[in-house]
C-alpha cells in the first residue's frame, strides 16, 4: 500500500514522525521567591531539553522579586535573550497574579508593588450594583430616607405585586428623590438601588481604565522588548478576566449605554433585574446584559485585541468556561472572546473531578470561535490545579482528551521556579517540573503532546453538527446576577450535550446567534470559517433572538436539520417572554404538537423534538445524525474524524485505565494507517466492509490514544485471516532483587549512602507516663499520631486542647474547602451528649471567633467575647440524666475566619467520665438571620463541620485551657519505622535529654554519633521537653545500603514518605535460543515512571502502561544484569512536607492532605516482572 499524494498529508506525517517543535507545549512559568540570573538559565536550558517550544512568564503571588522593579526587569531580560539562545519562544504574562488588568498586587499581603491602575484613583475600581427590598403594605405614608443599602445611591422605586406574587411594571415608580412617598392600597416592594466599589478589582467596562492597564503594562514591555515582538516574544497571555461585580455589574456609563442601544431608562425598570416582573422581564434582563457584553467587549477585548495587532502579536488566554455564570460574570462569550487572535480556554476537570478528566463542554466553546474565525489553533491551559497526587499517565490521559477536543496547542500549568514558601508550593500544584520525580523522562510526554498538537492544528474538525450556545436564554433567566433554576437546568443540558455526544463519537462545533446571522445558507449548510453545519441542536431555548429563530427556519427549508431539545422557542429578546412571532415560527418549524421519532418535514429538511431527559436526548441526537463513525466493545472508547486535504484522521481515544478492544465503523475512503503518538511508530490498518462502511478492529492500552489515518488515494490493505500464533513463552523473576535509593552520598563503606530523614511521627505525653515500653513496640499502632516535618521543634506544635477548631465549610463534589467559607458571620453548632449516672463534676472550657454563646438543654450556660482567652463555666446546674442537647451560637465581628474551640468533661459518680469536644461529630448550620454570599453554588452545597485542628494551630496559636498553658517538662516522642537497608541513624539536631531506642531496646550511639543498626524495625526517640524548644530540631541523618527485597510497595519497605527515585537490580540467565528470539521485558506494575538498563545499556524510559521494553538488542546469551530505575511523585514528600501549624487553612490543608489520593502514594516496582520470548518472524 502507497500513501503519499497529498502534500498536505506529507507536512501532517513529517510534523509526526520528526516531533516538529512548532507544535510543542509551553510552560506556565510561575515566578515566584527572588529571582536570579543563574537559577532562571539553568531552568530555561532543562526546558528547552525537555523539548518544549517556550515559556510564559508569569509573576506569583508568592514572588519575592518586587514586580515592575529593576530587578524584575533584569530577570525578564534575561530570560528573553537566554530563551532564544536555548530555541525557547518567551510569552509574556500581563499580570501578577490573576485576573490580568490590576497592573500589579490589588493588595499589600506580601508586600508588592501595588496595583497601578487601582492606585490611579477610586475611579478604576470595579463597582457592583446592590439592592435593598423593603416590603410595604398600603395605604399608608412612608418614610423614605435610610432605605438605601451602603454605597452610592442611585434610585428607588416602588412596585405593586400582582396576584402571583410577581412585581407589577405598570405600576412602577421612581421615588428617589421625595421624603416620604404614599403607598397606594396593596402589597408593594420598596426596592433601592446603591452603587459600592470594589477595592480589589478593575472596572472592565471602563475603556479609560483599560487604557491605564495598557499604558501600565504592555507599554512597559513594549519599551524594552519591541524588538522581539512576533519573534522570540511570539504573543501576549491574558489570565482569567472576569467580572467581578456580584450581584450585578455596573460601571458609570451603563444607564447611558442601555438608553442608546435599547431606547428605554434602565433605572426605572431595574427591579426586573432582580425579582420577576411578568413577561417584560426576559426583555429587561436579555438588553441589560448585552449592553454589559459591549461594554466588556469594547473596553478589554477590543482595546488589547487591536494594540497586539498592530505590534505583531498573538494575543490568548481565557475567561470563564461555566455557561450558566456568562451573562453577570462574561457577558455573551463569543461577543468577547472571539478578539483573541488564539482562543483560550482552562479546564476545571483535573482539580474538581475524581477520576480526573477534561469536559468536552468546558473546551469546545473556545474550539468553535477559533474554527469560526478561520485560525488554525486553539488553547488550553492544562493541568493546573491538578494536585500533587497527578500522575503522567493521567497528564496523557488529560492531552488525549484536549487534542480529541480540538486543541492544538497545550500551555502546561505550572512550571515553579521555586517551591521555597508554602505559599509558592501550595499554587495551584502540582509543578510540573524539576522538583518531580518524573521530571528527567518529561521529554517523553512533551514529545507525545507535541506529536497529537501536530495533527489538530493542521486539519479541521469534519464535524457538520451545531450545538446552539444558550445564552439568551440563559441571560432572560438571570436574577439579582445569579442563575435561577431554569438557568442552571439549562446550562447542565447544554454542557451534557456536548459531553454525551462526544462520548458517543459525535463531534460537534458550539455555535452563537450572531453565527446564526452572519453566516453563509447554501443548501441546507451553514457556513462560516471553517465551520459547515447542517444539524442544529437547541437545548431547552424558551428565549432566542428574533432574526436567530428566522435563520433556524430559514435551515430547515433548505435542507437543513433541527433538532429541540425539550423546551421550543416561545419569547424573544426584544419582546420578552412570550412573543408570537417566535411562537409562530417555532410552530412552522416544529409542528403544533409533539413531534414522532420521524421529525416533522418543513422543505427540504426536518426538524425534531426530543425529551429534556439528557440521556434519552442524546440517544434520541445520536441516531438522527448517523454518526460518521461508530465504536462498538466499550463504552469508554470515542473517535472524532478530522479532515486534511487527501486524508481523515481519527483520534480514538480510550478513556479507561483498562484495555480497550473495539470495533470500529467508519465511512472514511481510501488505505488506512494508524499512528501512535508514544513512539511516532505508523503501521498498515487491515480494514473489512466495503465501501462507504469500513470496519476495522483496534486495542488500545489504558488511557491511550491512536490517530487513525486514512489517504482517499492509497488502496486499502483487506483483512487476512491469521493462522495459529504459538503462545509465547514468559519468564518471571519473582526473587533476588535487591533494591537502593538512587540518591544520597556515598560514605565509603560499600554500597552504603547517607540520606536525610526529614519525618518522625510525633506525640507527647505528662511526664512520668506510664505506657512509654508499650510505645516503643514495633506493633503499636500510631497511625493516629502527627507525621511531622522535622523543621520545627516537636515541643512548639504541643497543646493540652484535646478540642479542635471547627468551622462551617461548604464542599464541592468532595474537591476542596470553599475558601469563601471564611467570610460566613454567623453559625450554630450542635451536639447531644448522653448521661447516664449522676455527675460529680461538669466543667466547659470554650472560645470562638469571635463572640460565642453556649446554651446547654434550652439554657444560657455563658459567653465567650475574646478568643485569645478561652472561658471556663460550671455545667452542673444544666445537666440532666439522659440526653442532653449544647449548642454554641457563633459570632465573627473581625475578618479572621469564624471558627468555635471547647472542651468539656462530665466525671460521674462511678469514676468514669464523659469527655465532649469540638469536631467533626457537631452538626453546623447557618443562623437564619446570616446573610450569605451571594455565589449561588453557596446555597446549593451542604454545610458541614470541618475541622481546622488543635491548638497550636495557626492563626490563633497556643491556647490556654482553665487559665494553664501545655504543662512542662514532658515527655516528647518520636517514633519511624526504619527503613529496609538501614545500618544507621544519627540525630545532629536535638533540644532536650533524650534516649534512643530500636524496638524496645535503649541503644548507645558510636563516637562518632551514629546509632549502628543491625537488627530492629522501629527507632524511638524519647525526649524530655522543658519547655517548647525541645525536640528534634532538623532531618536524621539515615545510613542505608543496597539490600534485597521482595516487589511490593516503598511504605512497606519503610520509605512512604519518599519522594525520588529507586534503583532495583539482579540478574538473569538466557539460552542461545532465547538470546536470539524477540525478547520483551515486561515490568508489570510500576509507579509511576521507569527507566530500564540491560548490561549498563540504556534501553529507555515509561511514564505508563504498558511498561514493557524490547530488550531483543541489549541481551546476550549467558548472564545478563538488569537495572530498573522506579521513579514516583512528589506527592510522597508533600504529603508531610507543610507547616504544622498552618494546617487550619483549608488551602493548605487541601494540598497537602484532601487532595492527594491514597493510590497515588503507592510507589515502587511492583510487578510481576516477566520476560517474554517470541520468534522473530
Known amino acids: 500500500m502507497e ?63 518586587p514586580y515592575f522593579g529593576d530587578r524584575w526587569w533584569d530577570a525578564v531580560d534575561y530570560a528573553v535573550r537566554k530563551g532564544q539562545s536555548a530555541g525557547l519562544t518567551t510569552w509574556i504574562c500581563d499580570e501578577y497574579g490573576s485576573p490580568s488588568g490590576s497592573a500589579g498586587s490589588t493588595d499589600d499581603r506580601n508586600g508588592q508593588t501595588i496595583s497601578a491602575v487601582l492606585s490611579a484613583g477610586p475611579e478604576h475600581r470595579a463597582k457592583t450594583l446592590v439592592r435593598k427590598i423593603h416590603k410595604l403594605e398600603g395605604p399608608q405614608q412612608i418614610a423614605l430616607e435610610g432605605r438605601f443599602p451602603a454605597g452610592d445611591p442611585v434610585v428607588q422605586v416602588a412596585a405593586r405585586l400582582d396576584k402571583n406574587g410577581d412585581l407589577d411594571p405598570s405600576t412602577f415608580e421612581n421615588v428617589t428623590r421625595p421624603n416620604t412617598w404614599s403607598c397606594p392600597e396593596g402589597e408593594w416592594r420598596l426596592i433601592c438601588f446603591s452603587v459600592l466599589k470594589l477595592d480589589h478589582h478593575i ?148 482539580r474538581l473531578d475524581r477520576p480526573r478528566t477534561v469536559q468536552a463542554a468546558e473546551v469546545k466553546p473556545a474550539v468553535s470561535v477559533a474554527a469560526l474565525n478561520g485560525v488554525d489553533r486553539s488553547l488550553a491551559e492544562a493541568f493546573g490545579g491538578a494536585g500533587w497526587g497527578v500522575t503522567p499517565n493521567e497528564l496523557r490521559h488529560g492531552a488525549n482528551l484536549l487534542a480529541a477536543y480540538g486543541i ?111 453566516s453563509r445558507l447554501e443548501n441546507g449548510v451553514l457556513k462560516q470559517g471553517d465551520v459547515a453545519v447542517d444539524t442544529l441542536v437547541l437545548p431547552p431555548t424558551p428565549v432566542i433572538g428574533r432574526s436567530a429563530m428566522r435563520r433556524i427556519a430559514a435551515l430547515a427549508r433548505s435542507g437543513g436539520v433541527i433538532v429541540a431539545v425539550g423546551e421550543r422557542p416561545s419569547g424573544s429578546s426584544e419582546a420578552g417572554a412570550k412573543d408570537r412571532g417566535i411562537s409562530r415560527t417555532a410552530t412552522d418549524v416544529f409542528g403544533k404538537n409533539v413531534s414522532s421519532s420521524a421529525g416533522v418535514k418543513i422543505g427540504k429538511g426536518r426538524a425534531y423534538e426530543v425529551s429534556e431527559n439528557l440521556q434519552e436526548a442524546i440517544e434520541s441526537i445520536v441516531a438522527i445524525v448517523a454518526p460518521k463513525i461508530t465504536v462498538e466493545g466499550s463504552h469508554d472508547v470515542f473517535a472524532v474524524e478530522r479532515q486534511v486535504d487527501g486524508a481523515a484522521v481519527q483520534i480514538v481515544v480510550n478513556r479507561s485505565n483498562e484495555n480497550a478492544k473495539v470495533s470500529i465503523t467508519s465511512g472514511a475512503p481510501g488505505g488506512a494507517e494508524v499512528w501512535n503518538p508514544e513512539t511516532a511508530e505508523i503501521v498498515p490498518l487491515p480494514l473489512a466492509g466495503s465501501r462507504g462502511k469500513r470496519k476495522f478492529d483496534l486495542e488500545l492500552p489504558p488511557h491511550a490514544a491512536r490517530l487513525v489515518v486514512f489517504d482517499a488515494s492509497a488502496k486499502a490493505t483487506r483483512v487476512k485471516r491469521e493462522g495459529s500464533r504459538k503462545r509465547p513463552k514468559r519468564t518471571e523473576f519473582k526473587t533476588d532483587w535487591t533494591f537502593a535509593l538512587a540518591d544520597g552520598t556515598p560514605v565509603g563503606q560499600g554500597s552504603v549512602k547517607q540520606f536525610e530523614l526529614p519525618v518522625l511521627r510525633t506525640e507527647s505525653f505528662a511526664l512520668g507516663h506510664g505506657r512509654l515500653e508499650q510505645l ?5 499502632d500510631d497511625a493516629d499520631w502527627r507525621e511531622t516535618w522535622l523543621v520545627r521543634a516537636g515541643a512548639d506544635i504541643v497543646g493540652n486542647w484535646r478540642g479542635k477548631w471547627i468551622t462551617g465549610v461548604r464542599k464541592h463534589g468532595g474537591w476542596a474547602v470553599d475558601r469563601s467559607s471564611d467570610q460566613h458571620k454567623r453559625l450554630r453548632f450542635t451536639r447531644s451528649v448522653e448521661v447516664n449516672e449522676p455527675p460529680i463534676k461538669a466543667m466547659v472550657s470554650f472560645s470562638a471567633v469571635d463572640v460565642a454563646t453556649v446554651y446547654m438543654n434550652n439554657i444560657q450556660v455563658g459567653k465567650s467575647e475574646e478568643w485569645a482567652t478561652p472561658v471556663t463555666f460550671n455545667l452542673m446546674p444544666y445537666l440532666k440524666l439522659g440526653e442532653n442537647t449544647i449548642v454554641v451560637d457563633v459570632e465573627c465581628t473581625s475578618d479572621s475566619p469564624i471558627s468555635m474551640l471547647l472542651e468539656s468533661q462530665i466525671d460521674l459518680r462511678s469514676g468514669d467520665s464523659v469527655v465532649l469536644v469540638s469536631d467533626a461529630t457537631w452538626d453546623v448550620a ?26 497550636p494551630i495557626q492563626p490563633w496559636g497556643h491556647m490556654p485551657l482553665k487559665g494553664d498553658q501545655t504543662d512542662f517538662p514532658r515527655t516528647l516522642m518520636y517514633r519511624q519505622r526504619l527503613p529496609v537497608g538501614c545500618v544507621g541513624i544519627g540525630i ?49 541523618d539515615l545510613y542505608a545500603r543496597s539490600v534485597s527485597v521482595a516487589l511490593k510497595p516503598w511504605a512497606e519497605l519503610g520509605y512512604g514518605w519518599y519522594s525520588g527515585t529507586g534503583i532495583y537490580e539482579r540478574n538473569f540467565d538466557l539460552t542461545a535460543g532465547q538470546a536470539d528470539s524477540r525478547v520483551i521485558l515486561e515490568l508489570g506494575d510500576v509507579r509511576h515512571t521507569a527507566e530500564v538498563f540491560v548490561n549498563n545499556r540504556r534501553v529507555g524510559a515509561r511514564l505508563w502502561a504498558p511498561y514493557e521494553f524490547d530488550i531483543s538488542q541489549y541481551v546476550q546469551k549467558g548472564t545478563n544484569s538488569l537495572s530498573v530505575r522506579v521513579s514516583n511523585l512528589l506527592a510522597n514528600e508533600m504529603r508531610w512536607k507543610r507547616d504544622e501549624t498552618r494546617m487550619g487553612d483549608p488551602w493548605h490543608r487541601y494540598w497537602h492532605e484532601d487532595n492527594i489520593e491514597p493510590e497515588a502514594l503507592v510507589s515502587g516496582l511492583l510487578g510481576p516482572v516477566k520476560v517474554r520470548f517470541e520468534s522473530i518472524g
Open 203 to 350: 472596572d472592565y467596562l471602563r475603556p479609560q481604565t483599560v487604557k491605564a492597564f495598557l499604558a501600565a503594562t504592555y507599554n512597559a514591555y513594549e519599551a524594552r522588548h519591541k524588538s522581539g515582538f512576533g519573534s522570540e516574544i511570539p504573543g501576549i497571555f491574558s489570565h482569567e478576566p472576569h467580572i467581578a461585580a456580584e450581584p450585578l455589574p455596573w460601571t458609570d456609563t451603563l444607564p447611558a449605554r442601555f438608553k442608546k442601544d435599547h431606547g428605554y431608562d434602565l433605572l426605572g425598570v431595574l427591579p426586573l433585574l432582580v425579582l420577576r416582573g411578568g413577561d417584560e422581564t426576559s426583555k429587561v434582563r436579555c438588553d441589560f446584559y448585552a449592553t454589559v457584553s459591549a461594554l466588556y467587549e469594547e473596553a478589554w477585548f477590543e482595546q488589547i485585541s487591536s494594540w497586539c495587532k498592530r505590534r505583531g502579536l498573538e494575543w490568548t488566554g481565557y475567561t470563564e468556561e461555566h455557561v450558566a455564570a456568562h451573562p453577570a460574570r462574561q457577558g455573551d462569550y463569543f461577543r468577547t472572546i472571539r478578539h483573541l487572535s488564539i482562543p483560550g480556554t482552562d479546564h476545571h476537570g483535573f
Open 3 to 65: 500513501f503519499s499524494v497529498s502534500a498536505a498529508l506529507d507536512r501532517l506525517r513529517s510534523a509526526f514522525t520528526k516531533v516538529d517543535r512548532k507544535y510543542a507545549p509551553v510552560a506556565m512559568w510561575n515566578w515566584n521567591g527572588h529571582l536570579h540570573e543563574a537559577e532562571l538559565g539553568r531552568q530555561l536550558t532543562e526546558f528547552a531539553g525537555h523539548g518544549l517550544a517556550g515559556v510564559a512568564m508569569q509573576a506569583r503571588e508568592s514572588l519575592q522579586t
Open 776 to 780: 516503643r513496640d514495633p506493633s503499636y
Open 926 to 951: 447557618a443562623i437564619p438571620t446570616e446573610v450569605w454570599s451571594e455565589r449561588s453554588y453557596d446555597r446549593d452545597t451542604p454545610l458541614v463541620t470541618w475541622e481546622r485542628g488543635r491548638p
Open 408 to 518: 492544538g496547542f497545550q500551555v502546561f500549568r505550572g512550571f515553579f521556579y521555586s517551591m521555597g514558601s508554602a505559599d509558592a508550593a501550595d499554587d495551584w500544584p502540582p509543578s510540573l517540573s524539576h522538583q518531580n520525580p518524573y521530571w528527567p523522562h518529561f521529554g517523553e510526554l512533551v514529545d507525545y503532546v507535541t506529536r497529537l498538537s501536530s495533527i489538530v492544528s493542521q486539519s479541521k474538525a469534519s464535524t457538520s453538527v451545531g450545538v446552539l450556545y444558550p445564552w439568551t436564554s440563559i441571560a432572560a433567566n438571570t436574577a439579582d446576577g445569579r442563575p435561577n433554576g431554569r438557568a442552571r437546568e439549562i446550562a447542565e443540558i447544554y454542557e451534557g450535550l456536548i459531553d454525551g455526544l462526544l462520548d458517543n463519537s459525535v463531534d460537534v462545533h458550539v455555535l452563537d446567534e450572531r453565527f446564526l446571522g452572519e
Open 988 to 1036: 545532629p539536631k536535638i533540644k532536650g535529654d533524650y534516649k534512643v531506642f530500636v524496638d524496645v531496646r535503649e541503644r548507645q550511639a558510636d563516637i562518632e554519633g551514629i546509632y549502628n543498626i543491625t537488627t530492629g524495625k522501629l527507632l524511638s526517640v524519647e525526649i524530655v521537653a522543658v519547655d517548647r524548644s525541645s525536640g528534634i530540631l532538623g532531618p536524621l
